[in-house]
């Protein structure tokens, strides 16, 4: 079992700079992957960044160029640093966690942290 617990999500203005957290209760290492998610109301979840344990790293044609995804493996946390915020941006944003364990694959999720930002 994994837990993951989001933080760092608020209210900024567009053009501001937010940095999410989520601190897991394993080794991010033991994940084969790690990604932010977001969803905006009315819309689907949609993947914003990916980060794997060889530490490859995948964004979304929307937040390139301003979003980057790290971890910080003695901390069990990933990041999401956001800048250049604009109001479309604003979702509640979710971390997930894929693991292989005994043979089988587990995901699992945070509780999401809301992002807001303002015009």
């Known amino acids: 079992q994994v837990q993951l617990v989001e933080s760092g999500g608020g209210l900024v203005q567009a053009g501001g700079s937010l940095r999410l957290s989520c601190a897991s209760s394993r080794s991010i290492f033991s994940s084969q992957s790690m990604g932010w998610y977001r969803q905006a109301p009315g819309k689907k979840r949609e993947l914003v960044a990916l980060i794997t344990n060889s530490r490859s790293t995948n964004y979304a044609d929307s937040v390139k160029g301003r979003f980057t995804i790290s971890g910080d493996y003695a901390k069990n946390t990933v990041y999401l640093q956001m800048n250049s915020l604009k109001p479309e941006d604003t979702a509640v944003y979710y971390c997930?966690?894929?693991?292989?364990?005994?043979?089988?694959?587990?995901?699992?999720w945070g509780q999401g942290t809301q992002v807001t930002v303002s015009s």
């Open positions: 997930k966690a894929n693991r292989l364990h005994n043979g089988q694959m587990y995901s699992y």
